[in-house]
């Protein structure tokens, strides 16, 4: 299952840092950042999070970026549209 985040991470350092605090959180997962254009405001300027595994608890994964300050939506049809 390969499920999508858009989040506000803006630099790679910041993006490294989160994803070696979700890897020692969630080992079994795979995490990657796609750092995007931002000259819009989040949530259309963001960045892409990816995470693939078997079972996934999104909401779990969603409050562990919450709690380091991180801006995340589940992408969704509607953002995708949107942007298109």
Not at 63 to 68: A, H, T, Y
């Amino acid at each position: 299952m390969v499920e999508v985040f858009i989040t506000n991470v803006k630099s790679e350092i910041l993006s490294i840092e989160i994803l070696q605090f979700l890897e020692k959180n969630y080992p079994q997962v795979e995490f990657n950042f796609d750092l995007e254009d931002f000259n819009k405001p989040y949530p259309y300027g963001h960045s892409i999070l990816r995470i693939e595994v078997k079972v996934i608890d999104i909401n779990s994964i969603a409050q562990q970026l919450k709690s380091k300050g991180i801006e995340c939506e589940l992408l969704g049809y509607e953002i995708y549209l949107y942007n298109h």
